[in-house]
């Protein structure tokens, strides 16, 4: 580190000299709570001297109410006195005063103790903390996101125990003296009800696994699956406990809970970036000021830290420089980029339309022939017609990044913004996939060659307990998600590892290098499984528990694999940049998740041979049911809520209130930009006026 | 080596501390453990000083680029008492509120010590976060030049106080990079 400029600070600018004599600079200072005094031989910055200190002290024991004594930017010893004048202020106040202030100083004590004791309750805080200190605040963002979905599928996993599996479980297992009750059905629907059960005759041992990996033969009756609860209600002692509106309402809520709480998770990062002015995506003020991580220990990480630093500033004030570049394209330049970008992106879209065809072509011929006989076929190839939609969707998602990563290079962007729409076109394609399975499912589901679906209103002959079926496929999805996660690192990421260390000499492999720890891909994995987990947790009640585990195993094999396999990358995410990318794309699963599960739920009829909807017609409908049994001026109003009496006016007034904001924040900008601008003609006659001032008085030296 | 009786703090003490600064029981008592341990022998933990150097070679001050500023910044005389090493923990610290982070940042920045953190601060401090010897002018004058248009609201080349609090306060990552786990606690 070179500094060619010494400290001569007996040469500072006769203008900073009457700057920090300014009635402004000393009253905020003193809001500050020290006087900065310059010793003008030495320049070095003294502790109050006596006259102001007692002066300082006057004006800081009339705020000594409001402010806690730590917030004080003062030294411990005078803190300490600033307590003592504290204390003997106290005896001058009425009693109710005191008891008022010791009551909330005891308060304020009590939260830090619980928060204390919370925080060493928090998971993994000090592998956290340790790869924070190892690879950066962006990797670190990372596992405190996936520590995030542990909680949170614990969490959902707890709201369907708590209000559907416990009373089941008490009920069979007989800890309550509790009946099940069910609902005889009527004559016309009898047919609907026909289950055919997996025959038990001589049964292959490799069938277990295969009944393990797929969710079939022994697993279907389980608890693992919506089948299982074909259960009307629940009679306890003084009340019937209504099963069906139980499970509505268990699936309801954990889509709440998630959108509320990643909601909740994602309102820091937000405001921040509504606040941030729209010409920068990254602000230069916050790269330079906090740019550096002051918990780094590190020798290597601080050199990596320091080179990430000298590409990220080049790489801004390269996309600056490039900007400014596109803003000065010519007309014809425009019109040709543009039909470029067009034509690239028909392609991006053929692209997407060939991967769905592809999931959807998998996803029929893995159900027809599944429905053969099992026992006659070779056990690799059963499992291969099991999973061919997993492998189908695993290999689009392989290959469409490098496609997007090859086709975006000739879309001219700024590479900052190329950076952000190649992530936004695989997160997309990732997870459209999903809803692309589920929704060639409902239609094979409700769709039937002969009149059989007009009796039931779904292929009833095909899947008797469509549900059930659905929710294997989930699992299968979730199983293969999983077991992928885990082969990817042993027999990818290990190898490489071992080869790069013993077999460096190898132009190849020193090419190759070591692996860095690719945090979109991560993330993109992790949300893709959290989306399966909300689609499934409708049609398979055990699925969050399942997902605990499974991102529980996934947290160490990662972390074992960061720091046993991987280097830390030059390139480095900011963790602010990080946490609202991580929230984005999760809310964008979230919503994809939020649409098959409603259009199943309100569209296609419910199986009649198993489940808890036997007696509705669509699982929707318990709704309707339950609020004909409330007293009537509670349906009155409900049925006035629901009405479009209500909804048209509502919906003008949430408009208008919108507009009324949108104007207020329009207003308040103009006002903002005409400070700014009165700020800097002031700023500008008060150097005018100081100039005046030191020639003033350099004539009266000079006289 | 030092007197290394762990319960050497008086109970009074501990809480007065914890009252005074943003550090919990067992932060404190783990600066405590390795004050004693740094300083020289004979000496009671509130007598003993630290000099610049024994601090700035603490394993969570090491690489930083700016650790002789915070040493500056936080020793009185240019040693480090027990309660000067206390205070620093205290900013560092996770529960620290921001309007102090803000504070004592400023005054790590400004490296003249002028009350402001003008052009000449600026470009030391970027030298030193790029820790590379030939950074080409340009370069320089580029970020210094985006860093002033988008904090310097009044336009006179130097950031005041209150623009830098301004900054920090929209800054997101500020929070998060100004901290230190002193002492593996």
Redesign the interface.
Known sequence: ???N?S?D?SS?SPA?NF??ELPS?RS??RR?TTL?S?DKQS???L?PADSYRSHLEGEITENLNSQS???Y?L???E??RL?AIQETQMKYLSEWDQWKRYSSKSWKRFLEKTH?MTRHLELWREDI?SIE?KFG?GIQSYFSFLRFLVLLNLVIFLIIFVLVLLPVFFTRYKITNSTFVSIPLKDTDMQCTVYPVSSSGLVYFYSYIIDLLSGTGFLEETSLFYGHYTIDGIKFQNFTYDLPLAYLISTIAYLALSLLWIVKRSV??FK?NL??SEEHFQ????K????????????S??DLK?SS??YE??AD?EEERIRQKIAQRTSEETIRIYSLRLFLNCIVLAVLAACFYAIYLATTFSQEHMKKEIDKMVFGENLLILYLPSIVITLANFITPIIFAKIIHYEDYSPGFEIRLTILRCVFMRLATICVLVFTLGSKITSCGDTTCELCGYNQKLYPCWETQVGQEMYKLMIFDFIIILAVTLFVDFPRKLLVTYCSSWKLIQCWGQQEFAIPDNVLGIVYGQTICWIGAFFSPLLPAIATMKFIIIFYVKELSLLYTCRPSPRQF???NSNFFFLLVLLIGLCLAIIPLTISMSSIPSSKACGPFTSYNTTWDVIPMTVTTFPSSLQAVIHGITSEAFAVPFFMIICLVMFYFIALAGAHKRVVLQL?EQ??L???D??YLIQKLTEAQQDLRGQ | MGQCLRYQMHWEDLEEYQALTFLTRNEILCIHDTFLKLCPAGKSYKEATLTMDQVSSLPALRVNPFRDRICRVFSHNNVFSFEDVLGMASVFSEQACPSLKIEYAFRIYDFNENGFIDEEDLQRMVLRLLNSDDVPEDLLMDLIQHVLSESDLDNDNMLSFSEFEHAMAKSPDFMNSFRIHFWGC
């Open positions: 580190m070179q500094e400029l400290l600070s500072f900073v700057l920090q600079y905020i200072a500050r900065l310059r320049g070095t910055l502790k004594i730590r917030k930017a030294n411990i010893s803190k300490r307590r204390e903390r200190g605040t820091e990062g921040v606040i941030r602000s230069y003020c916050n330079i000021f906090a740019g550096w991580d002051f918990c780094i220990t590190n020798r990480m601080a320091h630093l000298r500033l080049r004030l900011r963790a602010s700014r700020l800097s002031e700023s500008r008060k150097r």
